[in-house]
């Protein structure tokens, strides 16, 4: 078979059954054997290969497969990088797969000829050039095993021409079959390590654990709760983290740090004597630039990263292995201990939620116009299913649903890229995770600097009709840095304006139904209307711009 025929044939056997990408003329040998060949794998043709990349994360994201995305050489490998990188950063494993000019023409200046393995080094766990056809199946293999072991994260591979049209030996069609889902092969903590943890654990009188999205990488949902009720242990989370336990739940803080948390989530960190990191950098965001947790904590960090522990903390107790296992090993040590601690959690917990309530009530009820984004917040979860999906670009959506919107169930329903922060992801992650999980209502949120990022996928959506809601916070402005230069720059506000749009007139042109509110008393039958109609839908909101809100941002209310 060719090179191009063994390609389709390596990725249906390693369980894809959806892709997503854009032609090119080096891609046109892949195609065609995508065209003639009898596979399960659908292909979706996105506007452009960023896109294809984002969708790729959002359907790992919620299926726990791995994402595969393609593009074609040169402009095409350059475009689908932010797609790759924010995976990658984010432990989502998705494969990109850029087609190459032919290896006998390197050198000679042919078009779109670049370094691909050099450019895609820095922004991937593994990456390499497929020169030689026979080495193809290895390679997919390899590009599979690094996505989806240790800490998951984002591979790339370089598709030549010459090699889509070389020989490959049908018998080396073959996958493990372990690498189909992550994380896979995941790894044991220590037992030293975890009885030292819970010696720590079974002293302490007001730890609290922070959760990254590791636990929800992990599926480490009944291992959490378990730890939780069996000390009494509050349980925050990162805005990556949201999901690892339902914030319903009587020990969930909700969200910590500079984007969603407040001074009553920040209270609990401070006030703690342990602190539990699980799966979790300890970065920027959830620390507040590293004040909180203040130093002098005692530090107990699980990561399946061994480098990510240590990095920002002096740690009393370094737990290198999968969320999950680690966990489960950690309760069952406290269990055989018998002799656990009284952390108070739930009433610690209780009292976050209750100053955060208290503040978030009238502005959620507000009649104000432009439309408060609380309003918005408060509206959608009445009107949604517990099941949905909520994916969120940066700017007004990220801090208002991190904070504000409460998740009722553990596990992936909500979804930003918190990595990176790049505009115009939450459309196509949406539809990536529309694809992945078709039997939910999945809505994308924006704000109007997003949409002018991403609004060529509205023909995409459309063209597969799918039933994603988009909500645009329409403020005519780069929201977030208008925000910073009003509260770190005396006001100078430079550069970050720009005339409005109308977004539903857009859309509807693309032919998806939209519609366009100004007054909060239609926004509840609006957006009901949206959510139920059975195709993609728009609802442009003329909202209140960040600089001039409340909005859950620490750097900004100081």
Not at 47 to 70: F, I, L, N, S
Not at 462 to 473: G, H, L
Request: negative net charge.
């Amino acid at each position: 078979m060719t090179g191009a025929e063994a390609m389709v044939r390596m990725l249906e056997a390693h369980g894809v059954t959806h892709m997503f990408g854009l032609c090119g003329d080096t891609t046109l040998p892949f195609y065609d054997a995508l065209a003639r060949l009898d596979h399960r794998i659908t292909h979706f043709l996105t506007r452009d290969e960023r896109h294809a990349g984002y969708m790729a994360d959002g359907y790992a994201r919620v299926t726990g497969k791995p994402g595969v995305c393609e593009g074609p050489s040169g402009g095409g490998a350059t475009y689908i990088l932010p797609g790759v990188v924010e995976a990658n950063e984010s432990s989502v494993p998705i494969l990109a797969i850029t087609s190459d000019v032919a290896t006998t023409s390197r050198g000679r200046y042919p078009l779109t000829e670049l370094d691909q393995v050099a450019l895609f080094r820095p922004l991937t766990k593994w990456n390499a050039s497929l020169d030689d056809a026979s080495r193809l199946p290895a390679m997919v293999r390899a590009a599979f095993r690094a996505m989806t072991t240790g800490r998951p994260g984002a591979t790339h591979l370089a598709l030549p021409f010459d090699t889509q049209k070389g020989l490959v030996e049908p018998t080396e069609i073959w996958a493990d079959e372990r690498h189909r889902s992550f994380p896979a092969e995941p790894a044991a903590p220590d037992p030293q390590a975890i009885g030292e943890a819970a010696g720590i654990l079974s002293a302490a009188s007001r730890a609290v654990a922070i959760c990254g999205g590791g636990p929800v990488i992990a599926g480490a949902f009944d291992e959490l709760s378990r730890l939780a009720k069996l000390i009494d242990l509050p349980v925050a989370t990162t805005v990556s983290g949201q999901g690892a336990i339902a914030e319903t739940d009587a020990h969930a803080v909700g969200v910590v740090g500079s984007n969603g948390g407040n001074p009553a989530t920040r209270a609990v960190i401070d006030e703690a004597d342990v602190v539990l990191f699980i799966g979790c950098r300890a970065g920027s965001v959830t620390t507040e630039r590293w004040r909180s947790p203040p130093t002098g904590k005692t530090v107990i960090h699980i990561d399946s990263d061994p480098m990510t522990i240590g990095a920002n903390y002096p740690t009393a107790v370094a737990i290198c292995a999968d969320a999950r296992l680690a966990l489960a090993a950690l309760a069952d040590e406290l269990e055989a201990m018998g002799k656990l601690g009284a952390q108070a959690g739930r009433a610690r917990a209780a009292r976050a939620w209750e100053a955060k309530l208290a503040a978030f009530g009238p502005l959620a009820a507000s009649d104000q116009t432009p439309i408060r984004p609380e309003r918005v917040i408060s509206t959608l979860a009445r009107l949604l299913d517990e099941d949905a999906v909520i994916v969120a670009d940066p700017g007004t959506p990220c801090p208002y649903f991190s904070a504000h919107y409460r998740w009722r169930k553990p596990g992936r329903n909500f979804i930003t890229n918190r990595a990176h922060g790049a505009l115009g992801y939450a459309l196509a992650a949406a539809m990536g995770a529309h694809v992945g999980r078709p039997s939910v209502k999945t809505v994308a949120v924006m704000g109007d600097g997003s949409f002018g990022f991403c609004c060529g996928e509205f023909e995409t959506i459309q063209r597969y009709r799918m039933p994603i809601t988009a909500i645009v916070f329409s403020n005519a402005t780069f929201g977030w840095i208008k925000a910073g230069q009003n509260s770190g720059f005396d006001k100078r506000f430079y550069n970050v304006d720009f005339n409005r749009t109308d977004h539903a007139a857009v859309a509807s042109a693309f032919g998806v139904k939209s519609w366009r509110v100004e007054d909060p008393e239609q926004l509840e039958s609006v957006l009901k209307q949206a959510l139920e109609h059975d195709g993609p839908t728009l609802v442009d909101i003329i909202s209140q711009p960040l600089h001039e809100a409340a909005a859950p941002v620490s750097e900004w209310v100081a």
